[in-house]
């Protein structure tokens, strides 16, 4: 196919004013079509009237500071983006060393576990029943109808003696009479040791190698 003078004139001039509105992937194929249509031009240019070689010039220092440009603004969205990870990073040290209240399990070192219940107001009992690390229930007790904590110490019998050192489940039980209304795991506080970036999600590692997201905290409150 012939290409003649004036189409190629047109063509490469279209091309060199569009160009700055093109996204910098597109930068290295445009750059190449540039030269491509240069070669055109100068192959099928009028030899009794050549364009002008400053014309060349004009096109070929336009197409590189709009090349430049879009480098320079490629560099800046990289630079940006790395500082607002540097800043989120930053912020994730103010979770360090806090109590998070989460649905998470809690680990149980001894210490009592503070535990905040939710039970049904419609219901007349409810109770914090304990699943052990191997997830079987090790513990029941009856609890007020109330929003109010309260703390499971993790006394296994009379004798004082305390359950082994491990991470621990809690559900809050709400029963009508021996009807059975709800069971949903109750919330407990854990010390977050660890907090990171994964995914774009800030993910909290508890007491006991626990991880739960930053967006299923619901509370947060100074060691006590």
Do not use: C
């Not at 090349?67 to 990073?89: C, D, F, I, M, P």
């Not at 049904?120 to 109808?145: C, K, M, N, T, W």
């Not at 050192?165 to 039980?173: A, K, L, M, V």
């Amino acid at each position: 196919m012939t290409i003649s003078p004036v189409a190629a004139q047109t063509q490469l001039q279209s091309n060199t004013s569009s160009v700055s509105d093109k996204a910098a992937s597109l930068i290295s194929s445009d750059f190449e079509t540039f030269l491509q249509m240069m070669t055109t031009q100068a192959r099928y240019q009028d030899p009794l009237e050549p364009m002008d070689s400053s014309e060349y010039a004009a096109q070929l220092a336009q197409f590189s500071m709009v090349e430049q440009q879009v480098q320079t603004n490629e560099l800046l969205r990289t630079l940006g983006a790395g500082g607002a990870a540097h800043n989120n990073v930053a912020a994730l040290s103010g979770w360090i060393g806090m109590e998070a209240l989460s649905p998470a399990p809690a680990h149980f070192d001894g210490t009592p576990v503070t535990i905040a219940p939710n039970p049904l107001s419609a219901a007349d009992s409810a109770f914090l029943v304990v699943y052990g690390p191997d997830g079987a229930e090790i513990d029941r007790q009856q609890i007020p109808i109330s929003p109010e904590s309260t703390q499971w110490d993790g006394i296994a019998g009379v004798d004082g003696s305390t359950f082994p050192t491990g991470n621990y489940t809690f559900e809050i039980e709400s029963y009508d009479g021996e009807t059975l209304l709800l069971a949903e795991r109750a919330q407990t506080y854990g010390r977050v040791t660890e907090a990171r970036i994964e995914k774009g999600q800030t993910v909290l590692i508890l007491k006991g190698s626990l991880a739960v997201l930053a967006d299923n905290v619901t509370g947060l409150r100074e060691p006590v």
